[in-house]
């Protein structure tokens, strides 16, 4: 069972800069395809970027491109999301996730990230 913790969230002006770690215990995520997703008050939670697990081939949500980027760490148990120029509309519940195919099989329990204005 992988067991996935997420840190790093916290309150930032708008303009400033966060960077989640996600870190696998018991398990290695070596094999998994590995994201990031939020979900704002009363909204649906959202992807936002993945990896995979070479680490080669990313994919960002629109509103992340240019912004954010996610990564790997050298020992591949560790994922990262650094967050950059942040708005107050990335204001949400940030969750680390991981997956083989189609549909997620962990997630984390998520690390709030505010942005104020």
């Known amino acids: 069972q992988v067991r996935l913790v997420e840190s790093g969230g916290g309150l930032v002006q708008a303009g400033g800069s966060l960077r989640l770690s996600c870190a696998a215990s018991?398990?290695?995520?070596?094999?998994?395809?590995m994201g990031w997703f939020r979900q704002a008050p009363g909204k649906e939670r959202e992807f936002v970027a993945s990896i995979d697990w070479s680490a080669i081939t990313t994919n960002y949500t629109d509103s992340a491109k240019g912004r954010f980027t996610i990564s790997r760490g050298n020992a591949k148990n560790t994922v990262y999301l650094q967050m950059n120029n942040l708005k107050p509309e990335d204001t949400g519940v940030y969750y680390c996730?991981?997956?083989?195919?189609?549909?997620?099989?962990?997630w984390g329990q998520g690390t709030q990230v505010t942005v104020s204005s």
């Open positions: 996730a991981g997956w083989v195919r189609a549909t997620i099989d962990y």
């Open positions: 018991e398990y290695t995520i070596s094999n998994l395809r």
